[in-house]
T-cell receptor, first 116, second 116 residues
């Protein structure tokens, strides 16, 4: 089964600094990968997704992620963090569940704090 | 605009009560999911459904059941609520576009359930 690992539980950055959140996946074939963001008290919102093609994916809110097969990684980046980016971020991958259905497997999440 | 609606944002129930959490999506999606979210544990899949009247156990189904009588509605049932079921519950709807695992999940706002 697909698994997704986010090694960092909590990251703190200063406003204006760059950001990289790590995600590693375990799957032999080319995976489909997602990053979601959850603001406090809210549901999850899709930031970006990778299916195939260009390994650098652009998302909303100025985020991007790079798929690196050699490292089994799909790290999320932002060149300059804003205070409103403080949230929890989840990496996810779908896995086939049989009977034409799919489920999403999530990493445990990385909480981002931003220092003004 | 796509929408997944959970019937309650906050619920307080007593131990032993039967609890119903409702989720409705208006996107004609086949797949629907219930997750619970706890600090440090990320999102854990309780149950999912890939069609009307079809259901599959996720990673933590014990103490829960589900119902999917109509495509747009997926209900989570706590047969006899216990304090260890105090958690944030998230419903998701999955759009399977194209072939294979070309999926994008949309989430409700979450229901914060407290069992006392």
């Amino acid at each position: 089964a697909q698994s997704v690992t986010q090694p960092d539980i909590h990251i703190t950055v200063s406003e204006g600094a760059s950001l990289e959140l790590r995600c590693n996946y375990s799957y032999g074939a080319t995976p489909y990968l997602f990053w979601y963001v959850q603001s406090p008290g809210q549901g999850l919102q899709l930031l970006l997704k990778y299916f195939s093609g260009d390994t650098l994916v652009q998302g909303i809110k100025g985020f991007e992620a790079e798929f690196k097969r050699s490292q089994s990684s799909f790290n999320l980046r932002k060149p300059s963090v804003h205070w409103s980016d403080a949230a929890e971020y989840f990496c996810a991958a779908p896995s086939y569940s049989g009977a034409g259905s799919y489920q999403l497997t999530f990493g445990k999440g990385t909480k981002l704090s931003v220092i003004p | 605009d796509v929408k997944v609606t959970q019937s309650s944002r906050y619920l307080v129930k007593r131990t032993g009560e039967k609890v119903f959490l409702e989720c409705v999506q208006d996107m004609d999606h086949e797949n629907m999911f219930w997750y619970r979210q706890d600090p440090g544990l990320g999102l854990r899949l309780i149950y999912f459904s890939y069609d009307v009247k079809m259901k599959e156990k996720g990673d933590i189904p014990e103490g829960y059941s589900v119902s999917r009588e109509k495509k747009e509605r997926f209900s989570l049932i706590l047969e006899s609520a216990s304090t260890n079921q105090t958690s944030m519950y998230l419903c998701a709807s999955l759009d399977r576009t194209g072939k294979g695992a070309n999926t994008e999940a949309f989430f409700g706002q979450g229901t914060r359930l407290t069992v006392v």
